[in-house]
């Protein structure tokens, strides 16, 4: 297993259509994060999963954005109507406790939406 | 409310000078303090963390310094070198294991 990896690693989208990211996290892994990176800011928390648990989600998840974790090993990020405000790098991250910290994430190489 | 701030958006440093990265906060809930790399077209990269109740962790050429009195940590990479350039974010974790990620520091290594 060589990390967490997401796909598409590009999506170009018109407003009002509908789009869906995947994530693979390391196999090992319980717990998934999704985090929104915009231009000049650090990645901000979407929510998180612990196996198929979605255990939190921040305000900053519409409800125009679901995420699921049906069998608690990939992770989709589905965004609906889609604005031209999110537009931004979706990035998906790893831990487990029984690796390590759950605070050392390991980060994917993200999903860069644009909405035109 | 930017719960962890670093005020330096970009660092110029001399090769093989010490670089060092600053870092605010303000939640004093935080447990773990991390610092993350960041090379363009690639996902954040865990570098090295410190526990609230340590004032310093060293890994190579990486120490992290907290001054939990002053709500402030640094990043310390000594000697710096090419491989170093990226952006670097400083980072908080609490209980409940979220990490709150500041807007990050572009670190330039100068040959």
């Known amino acids: 297993d060589t990390g967490v990896s997401q796909d598409p690693r590009h999506k170009i989208t018109k407003r009002g259509q509908n789009v869906t990211f995947r994530c693979d996290p390391i196999?090992?892994?319980?717990?998934l994060y999704w985090y929104r990176q915009t231009l000049g800011q650090g990645p901000e928390f979407l929510t998180y999963f612990q196996n198929e648990a979605q255990l939190e989600k921040s305000r900053l998840l519409s409800d125009r954005f679901s995420a699921e974790r049906p069998k608690g090993s990939f992770s989709t990020l589905e965004i609906q109507r889609t604005e031209q405000g999110d537009s931004a790098m979706y990035l998906c991250?790893?831990?487990?406790?029984?690796?390590?910290?759950?605070?050392?994430?390991?980060f994917g190489p993200g999903t860069r939406l644009t909405v035109t | 409310d930017q719960q962890v701030k670093q005020n330096s958006p970009s660092l110029s440093v001399q090769e093989g000078r010490i670089s060092i990265l600053n870092c605010d906060y303000t939640?004093?809930?935080?447990?773990?303090f991390l610092w993350y790399k960041k090379y363009p077209a690639e996902g954040p990269t865990f570098l090295i963390s410190?526990?609230?109740?340590?004032d310093k962790n060293e890994d190579g050429r990486f120490t992290v310094f907290l001054n939990k009195s002053a709500k402030h940590l640094s990043l310390h990479i000594v000697p710096s070198q090419p491989g170093d350039s990226a952006v670097y974010f400083c980072?908080?974790?609490?209980?409940?294991?979220?990490?709150?990620f500041g807007k990050g520091t572009r670190l330039h290594i100068l040959p």
């Open positions: 196999s090992e892994h319980n717990r």
């Open positions: 980072a908080a974790s609490g209980l409940d294991d979220k990490i709150i």
């Open positions: 410190i526990s609230s109740i340590k």
């Open positions: 939640n004093s809930m935080f447990d773990y």
């Open positions: 991250a790893s831990s487990s406790k029984r690796t390590g910290p759950t605070y050392e994430q390991y």
